[in-house]
């Protein structure tokens, strides 16, 4: 019994520092975590650095996408990053290659949608099939069965399998 006691004790949790030793310890960092902030600092700055430099390459393309979309206009100062490639004249191997890919991507798009009409349509001539294949025979045992009973049909099947349908008119009575 004496060492279920001692396991007992030993699974306890440690006492939380006082206040005091706490405050004491966020006042005075150890050195170790004076460097881990230090690096997390250079780090954000780096990235700081990156994003200027995409920002300066977005605004770039997008000016070349300007140039090349319309005429030439006057450089506007209204953007920080605006450049001098915003009055550069259009390029015309970049106008030529947009206008192929405009054309592919409507070649493709009008592919693909014409593919997907044959897909649809087999899919709808297969459904179609099915509910004739199905409703079909239904229709025609319900209609025998309703003729028989009239008296207006009358199968026989022969000695060598031959069938024979007679349908017979009904004459109904003069009132």
Known sequence: MRSRV???RSRRPSPAPAPAVARARARHPTPASVRRRQQNVDIMLQNLD?????????????????????PPTA???????????AAAPPRPHLLA?????HKSARDTRRMMCKQNLKMNLIIALAVVVCLLVIIIPIVTSVSRRHARARG???VRVGV???????????VRPKP
């Open 50 to 70: 990156k994003t200027e430099a995409l920002e300066n390459k977005s605004a770039d393309l997008a000016n070349q996408a300007k140039t090349c979309a319309a």
């Open 6 to 8: 001692s396991c007992a």
């Open 160 to 170: 060598r399998g031959r069938v024979r349908v007679r349908v017979r008119a009904r």
């Open 75 to 85: 450089p506007t100062t209204s953007h920080p990053h605006a450049s001098a490639a």
């Open 152 to 154: 207006r049909v009358r």
């Open 97 to 101: 290659r947009g206008t192929r890919f």
